[in-house]
């Protein structure tokens, strides 16, 4: 279970040290999944703040479908935190997968959060 972790601790690594290198001190959008739920967080690494959250445990999203490890409550998730990033002052990001493959769940949530507005 360490080997699993240790590769995965090393792809995010790897992933946010290219978004470091072109990111031009822009906010970044990551996203974590687990097995059951889906969250996303816009946060500048700059000042160290975190200036938007969602997930799928709050409680507008727990009224949907029970699921909250599908696409459908990604895309969800996505455009939620594209209003609040939006409302925050934020409109352009980098995408941070983390040590996800931009497929599934990431991939729906990034759309969504594209669709709300969000640049990246």
């Known amino acids: 279970m360490l ?3 240790e590769l995965s601790n090393r792809r995010k690594k790897r992933a946010r040290a290219r978004l470091r ?16 739920h889906i969250y996303a967080q816009v946060i500048d690494d700059g000042r160290g703040l975190v200036m938007a959250t969602a997930s799928t445990l ?3 999203s727990r009224s949907e ?3 909250g490890a599908n696409k459908e409550a990604a895309g969800r998730i996505g455009k939620a935190i594209a209003e609040r990033a ?5 409109n352009e990001v980098v995408f941070d997968r983390g040590s996800y493959k ?11 959060a594209r669709e709300g507005g969000l640049n990246f």
Do not use: T
Request: glycine fraction near 14%; hydrophobic fraction near 30%.
């Open 86 to 90: 939006l409302a925050a002052g934020v």
């Open 58 to 60: 709050e409680k507008d």
């Open 3 to 5: 080997r699993k972790q």
């Open 102 to 112: 931009y497929h599934g769940r990431v991939k729906a949530l990034a759309e969504a």
């Open 21 to 36: 290198q072109l990111g031009g001190g822009r906010p970044r959008l990551s996203v974590f999944r687990s097995g059951k």
């Open 65 to 67: 479908p029970k699921n």
